[in-house]
């Protein structure tokens, strides 16, 4: 077994609790009033042999499963995703600071995304969403690897640099999409509105994709944190560990870019999560990527459903989702610029 | 026994830093190996240890070409402590430690069994164990470098390399540090090459001791025999007096 530290068992009961706690809040909102028992017994009604617990009206039931239960589910999928590339990034650059979103990943996959959408116009769904998925896959890829190459200075990364060149990455991307978008697309608002994040309208065969991978991703990152905790004593050390640090190097960052890259097309563009949730995670297991990349993804699950709940109760209108995580992880990334005592 | 044969290296396009190092280091032993800044002694380590490739030239290990070897493989067999080894974010010192046996470990093993045993053991064996639970960022330089040694030492494996240990260290930590190599030495007949530029500490340390300048090995052999007044004035450009019966060397001028 791992040794955990006196935290970790503590912080991972309460992630799991706050997260199902956030899937009853979650499936309780909504313009339709159903009562919390009913939708418990809903909910409990989907596990095999329960069928006959719930008898209530069967729009209730449509309502739940069909609508609001995809919605949170994708919820969670996409706070395990960008929780889970967050916190490889950050082990693997060494630095804190670093995110998908702040590094151009979600740039990147936004750009692929639109590309994806101005290409496939008339195609068949399924071609369509997977090409799509691909595109903003590679983009993703491309523009973390770009941010990469630039930034980097022999055998050393300065980590003002990543941020810059991530920075830079991410602007002239997100131009470029939205010169795209200007130029190419019919419905323009209807387009940059959905890449400001949200899970409106999510349906199950959209969770199929998105969860597996996620799930599969996180796993992944999980098993390669031993390299991860390698390159937290340089890429040096890590060679000397028996890492083959390239290839290792590729296989982390491509599986980050991945598993936020698949989440563009069906959510569009969600910041902050990937920096805040490892932090807050790493307060209470410490830096063993093999326990924090579980238990960011454990949190971050819960909190991404959180910030739904509240783009969806704030006001009537439904606010988007990357707006409000915008605002808490902003805020978050400035007190921690600010809290930071001398360059490392 | 690890053995660099007519090695050159150059980083990119820049100029040669080896050029032609020949090298042997039996196993058992414990081989310092001195030279003025820039001399290449850190870039030989780096060959010696298999992460650098040499332009021309082949470092052999017990007679195999480490160029043929995984680095799995070879991570088991030699342990390298590089310059400022620091660590990003808290890990704390057993977490460090833990690390050296990372080479051991299969794809979903963790840290426990009979890891836990070897980590306690080095941990015990450099005076760490106390401060086990500590984050290594709020260590001092000598425990840092304890810490360090440790994590070579649960690495377990028949070679270490040591980039200038003591570069940052007071002269009591130096001298812990330095015990604890020749203690392991002995004991466990674990090989070191250790890179230093602090000739006192070499002369007091070192039987055998391989003398650098600008990419070449200039002598080799018996700290008696290289740690000379004329070598010295030759490598460093530097004028002393070596007692090497007493084990002093003094600086003239």
Redesign the interface.
Known sequence: ???LRKGALPFMAGSLIALLLAVLVGTLLGPVRIPPPSILRILLSLLPGAGGLFDGPEGWRTIIVQIRLPMVIMGIAVGIALSSSGSALQ?LF???LVDPFIIGISAGGALGWVIGNIVTDGWAYASATAFKVVFSFLLSLGSVVLAYMIARRGSKLPISNLLLAGIAVSALFTSIAQVAIYLFVDNPAEMIFSLMGGLGNTRWHEVAIVLPISVLGAAALS?LG?DI??F???E??A??????VERSKFMIIAISALITAVTIPFCGVIGFVGLMIPHIA?RFV???Q?ILIPSSALLGGGFLVLCDILSRSISVAVIPLGMITGLIGGGFFLYLLASRRGV? | MIEARDVHFSYGPGPPVLKGVDLKVERGTIMGIVGPNGCGKSTLLGCLGGVRRPDRGRVLLDGKDVRHMRRRDLSRIVSTLPQDASYGFDYTVEEIVSMGRYPHMNWLEMSGGVHKGVVRRALSGVGALQFSGRAFSELSGGEKQKVNLARILAQETDYALLDEPTRDLDLKSSLDLLDLIKRENMERGLTFIVVMHDLMLALRTFKEIAMMKAGRIKAIGGADSVLTPGWIKDTFGVDVEVDHHNGVLRILG
């Open positions: 077994m791992i040794e082990g060494r630095n804190d098993v031993r905790n390698a937290a004593a340089g040096g050390v060679a000397h560990l028996g890492v083959e790493r410490g830096p063993d093999r490392r």
